[in-house]
């Protein structure tokens, strides 16, 4: 019985991750810039396509033939650089979900916004640091993060703070979050 992992083995000895991810991702880069910047004229569908089937397969091919020295191989480079790019994106996305959880859309309001935008960041850079392996030892005040009790005391605090300001913002006030409410209690005297 063959499985997941298995077929995705296969794949990846019968070169799918040498020679057809790197060759549609350089097509369809080239393609869609071509495309965009009209650079033959509007309308040359058939001109971009062989450009970028001929850039898409100038990268392939040499790796395949391994023409390229070991160091300069552009598929290796792509194939290692990905992951990489991958992580940033994903911890980009993860900071604007933490900003779109706390409802901000006008970050300049106050200081308080400035501190949570700040908070989140760190706090996204921690936590992909951790994954990584680089922070196994927390500092001695910093052990309690360890705890899979309190880990989730503190997601039960967040989901009841956010949870209340759902319930009792009002139905005509316009969207907003915790950055709302840290600017008003910033702004009173």
Request: a negative charge.
């Amino acid at each position: 019985m063959v499985n997941f992992q298995d077929a995705i083995i296969y794949l990846e000895q019968v070169g799918v991750a040498d020679v057809l991810l790197p060759f549609l991702l350089v097509f369809t880069l080239v393609f869609a810039v071509m495309q965009k910047t009209e650079l033959f004229g509007k309308d040359k569908k058939n001109i971009h396509v062989i450009v970028a089937l001929v850039m898409g397969l100038a990268v392939v091919i040499p790796h395949v033939t391994r023409v390229y020295p070991d160091q300069a191989d552009v598929v290796n480079i792509i194939n290692n650089a990905l992951p990489n790019i991958s992580v940033g994106i994903i911890a980009v996305v993860m900071l604007l979900l933490l900003l779109g959880l706390w409802g901000g859309t006008n970050f300049a309001e106050s200081k308080a916004t400035g501190w949570m935008i700040g908070l989140a960041m760190l706090f996204v850079v921690f936590v992909f640091v951790r994954a990584a392996g680089y922070l196994e030892n927390l500092p001695n005040w910093l052990y309690f993060l360890d705890d899979p009790s309190s880990q989730a005391l503190i997601v039960i605090v967040i989901v009841f703070f956010v949870l209340i300001g759902f319930i009792t913002k009002e139905p005509g006030e316009k969207k907003g979050g915790l950055f709302e409410e840290l600017s008003k209690l910033a702004k009173k005297p």
